[in-house]
């Protein structure tokens, strides 16, 4: 049959394809969603199921000030964001310190019921269906925070020795989608554990 | 709706006590009748395409002899009329399907349940049955008897079931389909045999290590047998004092924390309950005959018979043995 | 076929042999999709053979009524390594393998998007192959040989649990289910990454060769079902390290939420493994009935379809564990109804064989055999769909009959079409065709006496997982033919990996282009370059060598 060589080349006017990063980051996105999606059903599920104390509205109390903090945290990230891509490098590290310490705030808050939970109600994770569920769903956003603060501890401290400039701001607005995520996740489990299931 | 050829179908019915296609009881039936209808359906299709594939591949294979072998064929991309018709054909069949599939449904899960019917409580537990009956007062174990339903005067059993630790699944083909036996959750299912004799099942969810042998026995009885062996089943536990002896060895071993014979101190719930042991047909589960080799040999090792059973080899010494296995072959 | 002059010049076969050292150091690091590809095949086909020889010791055990050639305990391990291995460890990486080798290749990329990630995934999935086995030394401490799982691959709780399985075969199986399970989702996420963004000019969307379509489909398909069953396997690894109670049917869990959360992945995997089989297909049988693929935006538009309800139809694996009336109907109907667009797949495959002049080379033979086989395969599942069919046919030797119709007639048929297909590509050598099609029709002759026969003995109430049987069931007849037809099929694949191996060395070369095929990977030298293309390639049509071939009637001419 016939020889083949190389395609030729020829002139196909603009090729414009998505990029690499943001097709990751939702594909990470989509699939962490769907970890998150099966803790909350069981949540859910075994919701007032337990068949001993404590009960979620004996000992749960509303995280409102930890949780204005995380959310926060997504603007300020977005002006971080914004910041890089307009080259202004001593604010990209301003707003980034303070979704550092917005993110970390949110943590020590974690900490701080669970430490109440655990050595002054008596709930731990072997204690009830509460239990099972309450800290492996809290605890499954808490460890996804602090990834988060990782990436974002990184980037301040590349942002504070100049090693990222304007050309990465593609970089850091991946990153700041996962930071959203995160954030978004936690309106969802705020509602779920803390106002409908309490 | 016999379609789909009545010899296979009566050939297979004939080749196994367990086989789905001799039932005897509504559920199984009205399960067989709807497998008529889908494998009329799914053999007509089959016929169809695997006429088509083999006509084209006859009829369009290469042929190198032909003038025009060096030229590729005429390129077709596509027929917008054609497709759309192998779309909504297979939808209408599909329509078909699920219509004649949710009248069974219905009709199997969501009947009330009438007035007149005999309850059993179902329990599985690794590798054995435990059946209650709670409106008669009967416990037993393995073998399960219920009356003889008729078109007439219909009698049938509900077996309302749960497990006592992994999962089962209750299954004799020629009764009904099967339904699992789950702990924590309650399922019931209802049988009406009409004919009289012996059904054989078994465990049909992976439970563990025996699960192979977890076997199910239902003696479909006459009414008057079936109220023979109620009234049997009720009475307290033999209490023969030529076998005194091998009763005091039973009550001196561990035997008790796990077995009940009513009327001793055996109260044990671990394991089946041995009070009319001796008027079953056959032990562990119907493992092997109940002869008195059996159960003495089934005492001194439960593994030579059912390896993972979770009866602990008793080490008794062959006197005790011999005493033991005379007392529970006294429990008539 | 004439000798192949190429642009391209080739570095690859004629490079000097390096010491072994440097070899092995070579394919330990490597970022190349073509290499790490290749690893992914090799590695998968030593578990396929390891979980073969597996099926074959059960065979041998069931052959005959109360036989004693392997104990209960050792069977339960069996199946349930079997089944796992044949599922994590030799299905998915053997079709990752052939993903990231062609999907690049195949959309004119010189790589995968990301590399090094692609790197980790195959190495981390390899360490959940290794984890696995090692349940063989650590299960029950180093001396504790053979205590491999025996949970079964789906694993039911409560039977998972530490009072039911105590020791840490179970935590083997958990871990390295969740361990390959990150690779598989890094894989997919490059794959996505790769079509998406890496496309060559040229290559919109609709004239993505259906492979790479269906490579896409699979890796959404794997984010959003591995994702669940990796959430599940935290939920278990919690209940036996930490006390929780997720499935603790003692303290008000339930069983049957590892059942939903289980087949929530497990049914959607079933076509995660299918559908890049469905791929091979529409790319081999097109090119050996020499005529374009029929229907491209059907099957484009049924390929997502089949993505999306299989999401929807979980339970039907469901329909004895007690889901009630409405709960069984609503998934016997969403079962039902992927036979549309699985139909308009194979009618399609049918129209393009119609008119065509079909070539019987051996990788058409293996996609002949897989058209044949998923029909019936098909057919027998919605046979299960049915639901109150399901209530006598579920957990039979009826249901192994179905799935093994697929993952073996169907899925495995379409892999050896694909090496028989690729493998010029990939090593520069032909497959042996005479061996090739003695490994076709010994293969095909024990495949259908081992799974047509598997049939009946499921109609006759023969449950699976039951390591023997009575005499007086008339099952034994049956299962001593279904016993003698894996081992048929144990020869033929002996046979096949010695054409492997026999060929690398002894085969005809094959040049770039050996089928007169029409997709992008047949531009570039066999094996291909480093760097893939020596320019980048430009398409203007689903055939870029088919325009080439037929300057006056390219198919860009016909593509709407
Ligand atoms: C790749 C693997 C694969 C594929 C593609 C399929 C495809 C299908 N499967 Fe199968 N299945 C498995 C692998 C697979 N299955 C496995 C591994 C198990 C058991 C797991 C375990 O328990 O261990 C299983 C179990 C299983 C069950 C559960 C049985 C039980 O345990 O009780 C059911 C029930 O509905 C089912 C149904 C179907 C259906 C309806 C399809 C459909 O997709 C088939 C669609 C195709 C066609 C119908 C043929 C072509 C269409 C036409 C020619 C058009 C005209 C047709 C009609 C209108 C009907 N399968
Ligand atoms: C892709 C998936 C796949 C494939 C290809 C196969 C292939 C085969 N399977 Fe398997 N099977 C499953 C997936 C698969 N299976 C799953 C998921 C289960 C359910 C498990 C569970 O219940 O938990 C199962 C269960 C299962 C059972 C049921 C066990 C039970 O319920 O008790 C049986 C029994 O016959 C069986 C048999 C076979 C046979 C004979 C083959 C044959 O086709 C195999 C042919 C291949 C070979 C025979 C290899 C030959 C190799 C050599 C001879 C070479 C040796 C040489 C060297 C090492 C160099 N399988
Ligand atoms: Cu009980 Cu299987
Ligand atoms: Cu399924």
Redesign the pocket.
Same mark, same amino acid.
């Given at each position: 049959m016939s020889n083949v060589a190389t395609i030729p080349h020829s002139a196909v006017g603009e090729w414009k394809q998505p990029s690499k990063g943001v097709v990751g980051m939702a594909c990470l996105i989509i699939a962490e969603a769907s970890i998150f999606i099966i803790f909350i059903v069981a949540y859910l599920y075994y919701a007032g199921k337990s068949l001993s104390g404590p009960t979620p509205h004996e000992v749960l109390e509303l995280p409102i000030f930890t949780s204005i903090c995380l959310i926060s945290s997504s603007i300020t990230v977005h002006f971080a964001g914004s910041a890089l891509h307009h080259g202004k490098r001593n604010a990209t590290s301003l707003w980034l310190a303070l979704t550092v310490l917005l993110g970390g705030i949110f943590l020590v808050g974690t900490g701080q019921e669970w430490y109440q939970l655990i050595y002054h109600d008596g709930l731990t994770i072997s204690t009830n269906l509460f239990g099972t569920t309450f800290y492996s769903l809290v605890g499954l956003h808490a460890s996804h925070v602090i990834v988060g603060l990782i990436m974002l501890s990184l980037s301040l401290i590349f942002s504070l020795t100049g090693q990222m400039t304007s050309a990465h701001s593609e970089k850091l607005e991946v990153l700041s989608l996962y930071w959203h995520f995160v954030d978004a996740v936690w309106i969802v489990v705020f509602l779920v554990v803390y106002v409908f299931c309490r | 709706m016999r379609l789909f050829p009545a010899s296979i179908v009566d050939f297979l019915a004939a080749q196994s006590p367990t086989s789905i296609f001799s039932p005897s009881a509504t559920p199984a039936h009205s399960i067989f009748d709807l497998s008529m209808l889908v494998l009329s359906i799914t053999g007509g299709i089959f016929l169809v395409v695997y006429g088509l594939l083999i006509f084209v591949l006859i009829r369009y294979r290469h042929k190198p002899s032909s003038p025009q072998a060096d030229h590729e064929p005429p390129q077709i991309y596509g027929s917008m009329q054609i497709e759309l018709s192998w779309t909504v054909i297979p939808i209408l069949i599909v329509v078909v399907l699920f219509l004649a599939t949710a009248r069974v449904i219905f009709s199997t899960e969501s009947i009330p349940k009438p007035a007149k019917r005999i309850d059993v409580t179902v329990i599985g537990h690794q590798y054995w049955w435990e059946y209650r009956y709670p409106k008669l007062g009967v416990v037993t174990a393995n073998e399960l008897h219920i009356p003889v339903s008729s078109a007439s005067d219909p009698l049938p059993t509900y077996l309302t079931m749960s497990s006592a630790d992994t999962d089962h699944s209750f299954w004799v083909p020629r009764l009904a389909g099967k339904l699992d036996v789950i702990p924590n959750k309650v399922n019931v299912m209802w049988v009406d045999p009409q004919t009289t004799g012996l059904y054989l099942g078994q465990c049909a969810q992976?439970c563990g290590t025996q699960h192979a042998k977890m076997l199910l026995r239902v003696y479909v009885d006459t009414p008057d047998q079936f109220a023979a062996w109620v009234a049997q089943q009720k009475k307290p536990a033999a209490d023969d004092t030529s076998v005194a002896a091998g009763k005091a060895v039973f009550e001196h071993n561990s035997c008790i924390s796990c077995h009940t014979v009513s009327g001793t101190v055996a109260t044990g719930r671990f394991g089946p309950d041995l009070t009319h042991l001796a008027s079953r047909d056959t032990i562990a589960s119907g493992a092997v005959k109940n002869t008195p080799e059996n159960i003495r040999a089934f005492i001194d090792d439960p593994a030579a018979f059912k390896p993972g059973a979770l009866m602990p080899a008793m080490h008794l010494n062959q006197h005790d043995l011999d005493l033991v296995t005379a007392y529970l072959t006294s429990l008539k | 076929m004439a000798t192949q002059t190429t642009a391209v010049v080739d570095r690859t076969v004629h490079a000097p042999r390096g010491r072994v050292f440097d070899v092995v150091k070579e394919w330990l690091t490597t970022v190349d999709h073509k290499k790490i590809g290749l690893m992914y095949i090799g590695y998968a086909l030593i578990f396929?053979?390891?979980?073969?020889?597996e099926?074959?010791m059960?065979?041998i055990q069931?052959a005959v009524p109360n036989n004693h050639f392997v104990s209960p305990q050792t069977?339960n391990q069996l199946?349930?390594m079997?089944?796992?291995t044949?599922?994590f460890f030799?299905?998915m990486p053997i079709l990752f393998g052939f993903g990231n080798y062609l999907v690049p290749l195949m959309i004119g990329a010189r790589d995968m998007a990301f590399p090094r990630l692609n790197a980790f995934s195959f190495w981390i999935s390899a360490f959940g192959g290794f984890l696995l086995y090692y349940s063989y030394f650590g299960g029950s401490g180093m001396y504790g040989a053979g205590s491999a799982p025996d949970v079964?691959?789906?694993a039911y709780a409560p039977l998972t649990a530490r009072v039911f399985s105590p020791g840490h075969s179970t935590d083997y199986w958990t871990l390295s289910i969740l361990v390959s399970g990150v690779g598989s989702i890094g894989t997919a996420l490059n794959i996505v990454a790769t079509i998406l963004c890496m496309r060559c000019p040229g290559m919109k969307m609709n004239r993505l060769p259906l492979l790479a379509w269906l490579y896409l489909v699979t890796s959404g398909l794997v984010f959003v079902t591995i994702s669940p069953l990796t959430a599940a396997q935290i939920m278990l690894m919690l209940d036996r390290y930490l006390g929780a109670h997720f499935f603790d049917t003692q303290a008000g869990g339930s069983a049957v939420l590892w059942m939903h959360f289980f087949w929530i992945f497990g049914h959607p995997e079933v076509y995660i493994?299918v559908l890049p089989a469905f791929g091979f297909a529409s790319e081999i049988i097109p090119v050996f009935s020499r005529k374009a693929i029929f229907g491209y935006p059907a099957m484009v538009a049924a390929t997502v379809g089949i993505g999306f309800i299989s999401l929807t139809v979980w339970a039907h694996h469901m329909f004895t564990v007690g889901l009630g009336a409405p709960g069984n109907a609503f998934f016997t109907f969403s079962t039902m109804v992927i036979s549309v667009p699985t139909g308009i797949k194979v009618f399609n495959w049918l129209a393009t064989l119609w008119g065509g002049k079909i070539h019987f080379e051996v990788p058409m033979l293996f996609s002949l055999g897989f058209l044949f086989q998923f029909v019936v395969a098909g057919l027998t599942g919605i046979m299960l769909s049915v639901s109150p069919f399901d209530w006598q046919l579920g957990s039979s &030797?009826f249901v192994?009959a179905h799935?093994?119709y697929v993952?073996?007639g169907a899925? =495995?048929f379409m892999i050896f079409a694909a090496f028989y297909y690729w493998y010029p590509k990939m090593t520069g050598r032909m497959l042996d065709k005479k061996l090739g099609q003695w490994h076709f029709w010994l293969f095909l002759i024990g495949?259908h006496v081992?799974f047509d026969l598997?049939h009946i003995p499921g109609l006759l109430g023969m449950p699976?997982?039951? &390591?023997t049987y009575e005499a007086d069931r008339g099952w034994a007849g049956l299962n001593m033919a =279904?016993s003698i037809?894996?081992a048929i099929?144990?020869?033929a694949?002996?046979i096949f990996?010695y054409n492997l191996v026999h060929s690398y060395f002894k085969g005809k070369e094959a040049g770039a282009d050996p089928w007169d095929a029409w997709t992008l990977e047949w531009s570039t030298a066999s094996p291909p370059p480093a760097y893939n293309f020596a320019e980048t390639p430009t398409v203007e049509s689903r055939r870029p060598l088919w325009d080439l071939k037929h300057p006056n009637d390219p198919d860009s001419k016909y593509e709407g």
């Open positions: - | 992976y | 396929l053979l390891i979980a073969g020889v099926a074959l059960m065979r069931l069977f199946f349930t079997h089944g796992t044949m599922v030799a299905g079964g691959w789906f493994l &030797y192994v799935f093994h993952l073996v899925i =495995v495949f081992t598997m699976r997982r039951i &390591y =279904v037809g894996g099929q144990g020869i694949t002996l990996v």
